[in-house]
């Protein structure tokens, strides 16, 4: 079942400029992680973020998590053509059993 | 450094005929292994995961099955192939069943 909603769907924009993505969930979390997704091919972990965290940086990206409100913003920084891709947030649920739930994604198209 | 291969690459395979992917892993010892499935424009769907030789968890009722022969080895079967068992199919490896996840580069099944 999907945890995770991307928010927006897609997202076009000009290369320099900073791309915004979000993610909303339902449940508690243990931790909230971002993936990368060129087209064609597999994922790629991009940043993990534990939900006792506000705040992580890898780079020109830059997570936030808020628990209370359960979102979290993956912000990419003077983005790069290269950058185009598709980006998930996926949970780590608390429980027993807890498994990595991924939501349904962000196209990102940055623009030469 | 680890590495994760799985193949083919492509496959199409004419509806009832069998399946068997294979994914394997290199440079680690006990990892969490992984199949996902996913539909165009969709997230990922976790299929199976195995802690150990033996070891297989579903999440959905398939037409699929998995098996984990040794430490390093997964695969996906299926005895007769359905149109819906289309699609990108993912594996991916962890050493922590809460933490990041490292995918290899799918396979692109069409079911004909």
């Known amino acids: 079942s999907q945890q995770g909603e991307e928010d927006p769907q897609a997202l076009s924009i000009q290369e320099g400029e900073n791309a915004t993505m979000n993610c909303s969930y339902k449940t508690s979390i243990n931790n909230l992680q971002w ?14 973020i534990r939900s006792n965290e506000r705040e992580k940086h890898s780079g020109r990206l830059r997570v936030t998590l808020d628990t209370s409100k359960k979102s979290s913003s993956l912000l990419i920084t003077a983005s790069r053509a290269a950058d185009t891709a598709s980006y998930f947030c996926a949970t780590v649920n608390t429980g027993a059993n807890s ?14 | 450094s680890q590495t994760i291969h799985q193949w083919p690459a492509t496959l199409v395979q004419p509806v009832g005929s069998p399946l068997s992917l294979e994914c394997t892993v ?35 009722p398939q037409n699929l099955s998995a098996s ?45």
Do not use: M
């Not at chain 2, 006990?30 to 070891?55: E, H, T």
């Open chain 1, 99 to 112: 498994k990595l739930t991924f939501g349904k994604g962000i196209t990102l198209s940055v623009r030469p």
């Open chain 2, 68 to 112: 984990r022969p040794q430490d390093r080895q997964f695969i996906l079967s299926s005895k007769k192939l359905l149109l819906s068992d289309s699609g990108f199919y993912l594996c991916a490896w962890s050493d922590n069943i809460l933490g990041e996840q490292y995918f290899g580069p799918g396979t692109r099944l069409t079911v004909t």
């Open chain 1, 35 to 48: 993936y990368r997704q060129n087209s064609g091919r597999g994922l790629v972990h991009l940043i993990l």
């Open chain 2, 26 to 60: 290199e440079g680690t010892s006990n990892p969490n292994l992984y199949w996902y499935r996913q539909a165009a424009g969709r997230g990922l769907q976790l299929l199976f995961y195995s802690v150990g030789i033996g070891q297989i968890s579903s999440e959905v």
